[in-house]
């Protein structure tokens, strides 16, 4: 599609391949964030896949948004199982892509925001765009770092080319944003980066308190039993298998609680057809956005896991969405890491250092009591300071400079 309009608004082009209708993660914030542009007046551009994540097979979409130009793709890739080579799959084909739409975009672009990861489009695409474009890096998570970790077979080359990757593709933006100061100060460190063009803003409430309430989870997450919950995309950075090991002997160990997952995708797949019979975990398909706030408040616990070493990589981005609807944390990671720095900042979670199974007894248990002791308004109340901090005005603030 070749864009007509050429208007005296501003116009703001976004990079990834995960955009509208996803109903998760990445898509979902991109497509939040642009929509707050095109509520302040500006036009956008967007040059992103057809829908893939979280199954991460693609469904050829022609869904379309007010104020938005779409240069979709990648309807014909075939993603592998193998998390590698996905990734390197999906950095090919999307930097050959970009490069493209990139020569097809208006002339008046004002600000080109790059969404990492995927990261080899950048460089590509800062050659192509008109030099007075203001260039704005938004840094989810650093690929890099869980190469590094050691998560893939040769996985010291495939750190060395996506370190590469990520250093020619931040170190060529005007602002690099970080949605956490771990990923930021790891950026500086392994990457060189200056940083006087760095800043960190984290990721912001997503909940569209708007939406009116709803009551279709009754049969799902009854009233009267306690329920313990995790939801969101399943990988690596969550740790799946031991996660889901671990919930099951919790649900066995503690009758009179029920423990959730809500996800897709291709390990979420993999763990139904592992299910044993008799197993007390359950397992459900991702809720559709109108039913999460009646989700977060059926729910006594909300899991945040990490798995070992991906802690300063990334930081969970539906952490400000359970910090805004006061539901109590377990997160599962280092005592170093950010999200244990903010939940300990607002006393609204627990943290199970460990992956073992005693600890994480205990800490369910423990949650669960905290659970029970303070109301979720408490906690609201509690994080008040660090939600002033997960403000998509101020995202859009930080791009537009």
């Known amino acids: 599609m070749t864009p007509l309009r050429s208007t005296s608004k501003p116009r703001l082009a976004i990079f990834s391949p995960f955009y509208h209708p996803e109903p998760i993660s990445t898509g979902k914030v991109n497509t939040l964030l642009a929509k707050e542009f095109v509520r302040q007046g500006w036009e956008i551009d967007v040059v992103c896949s057809h829908p893939l994540y979280p199954e991460w097979r693609p469904r050829k979409s022609d869904s379309e948004l007010p104020s938005t130009t779409f240069y979709r793709g990648g309807s014909w890739v075939r993603y592998s199982a193998s998390p590698m080579l996905r990734r390197l799959g999906l950095e090919v084909w999307f930097a050959l892509h970009t490069a493209l739409n990139a020569l097809r975009l208006p002339k008046d672009i004002d600000v080109a925001l790059m969404v990492y990861p995927p990261s080899l489009f950048g460089p590509l695409v800062w050659l192509i765009l008109p030099r007075r474009v203001r260039k704005v890096a938004l840094v989810h998570d650093l690929q890099g770092e869980y190469a590094r970790q050691g998560f893939h077979a040769g996985a010291s080359v495939f750190e060395r080319l996506i370190s590469r990757i990520e250093r020619r593709s931040l170190k060529s933006a005007d602002r690099c944003i970080f949605f956490s100061?771990?990923?930021?100060?790891?950026?500086?460190?392994?990457?060189?980066?200056?940083?006087?063009?760095?800043?960190?803003?984290?990721p912001f409430v997503t909940i569209n308190d708007s939406m009116p309430a709803t009551d279709d989870l009754e049969s799902v997450l009854p009233r009267g039993?306690?329920?313990?919950?995790?939801?969101?995309?399943?990988?690596?950075?969550?740790?799946?298998?031991?996660?889901?090991?671990?919930?099951?002997?919790?649900a066995?160990?503690?009758?009179?609680?029920?423990?959730?997952?809500?996800?897709?995708?291709?390990?979420f797949d993999s763990l139904r057809k592992r299910r044993a019979a008799g197993s007390r975990l359950q397992l459900h398909g991702l809720l559709p956005e109108a039913q999460l706030s009646e989700m977060y408040s059926r729910s006594e616990v909300?899991?945040?896991?990490?798995?070992?070493?991906?802690?300063?990589?990334?930081?969970?981005?539906?952490?400000?969405?359970?910090?805004?609807?006061?539901?109590?944390?377990?997160?599962?990671?280092?005592?170093?890491?950010?999200?244990?720095?903010?939940?300990?900042?607002?006393?609204?979670?627990?943290?199970?250092?460990?992956?073992?199974?005693?600890?994480?007894?205990?800490?369910?248990?423990?949650?669960?009591?905290?659970?029970?002791?303070?109301?979720?308004?408490?906690?609201?109340a509690k994080a008040a300071n660090v939600l002033q901090m997960c403000q998509v005005s101020s995202l859009a603030e930080l791009i537009a400079g």
Not at 226 to 238: C, D, F, N, S, W
Not at 253 to 261: Q, S
């Open 302 to 380: 909300q899991l945040v896991p990490q798995a070992p070493g991906t802690e300063n990589g990334s930081l969970p981005s539906k952490l400000p969405n359970l910090l805004a609807t006061g539901v109590q944390v377990l997160a599962i990671g280092s005592g170093s890491s950010e999200v244990a720095t903010l939940l300990r900042a607002t006393g609204t979670g627990t943290l199970v250092e460990g992956w073992d199974e005693p600890s994480f007894l205990r800490g369910v248990a423990s949650a669960l009591k905290a659970a029970s002791e303070v109301t979720p308004e408490t906690r609201r």
């Open 225 to 250: 039993v306690q329920h313990v919950v995790y939801a969101g995309a399943l990988g690596e950075k969550q740790n799946p298998y031991l996660l889901a090991e671990l919930m099951e002997k919790a």
């Open 181 to 202: 100061n771990d990923i930021a100060r790891v950026a500086q460190n392994t990457l060189s980066l200056d940083d006087q063009h760095m800043v960190v803003q984290y």
């Open 252 to 267: 066995q160990t503690m009758p009179d609680v029920r423990f959730h997952i809500f996800s897709a995708g291709p390990i």
